[in-house]
Each structure stands twice: as structure tokens, then as C-alpha cells.
């Protein structure tokens, strides 16, 4: 696992969602990168639903992951 910043591009590798504190629910998405390395990234609920397993994201410097 690695953090969540910089620079990195991927493939979702696993979808989820739960309501770990009870009344948020909160959405990740584990992304497999470009080196083979996975990371868990939280994302809001409308990039979740744009995604399925497979698909590739990227995300640069100061901005939000996007599909890509």
C-alpha cells in the first residue's frame, strides 16, 4: 500500500463501500499501479458509480483521481 498523492496512474483492482463510522458511507476503490504496487483511494459517490473493475484512473499532482 502506498499514500495517496503525487502522481500515479492504475487499474481499479476492487470496489467497496461501508459505513465504518455509522453514519457516513464512505467509498474506496483499491487501484492496482503501473508498478505493480495497490492503493487505497477514497473517492466521492460519483466516480464510484462511473467505475467498474478494470477500468484505468490517474491521477495528477493537486487534483482529484479521474478516470482516464
Do not use: I
Amino acid at each position: 500500500m502506498t499514500k495517496n498523492e503525487g502522481n500515479w496512474s492504475g487499474t481499479v483492482a476492487k470496489k467497496s463501500r461501508a459505513l465504518l463510522d455509522g453514519s457516513n458511507l464512505y467509498r474506496r476503490l483499491e487501484v492496482r499501479l503501473d508498478d505493480g504496487t495497490t492503493l487505497d483511494v477514497k473517492v466521492d459517490r460519483d466516480l464510484w458509480k462511473e467505475l467498474e473493475v478494470g477500468d484505468r484512473l490517474v491521477r495528477r499532482e493537486g487534483e482529484q483521481p479521474r478516470r482516464g
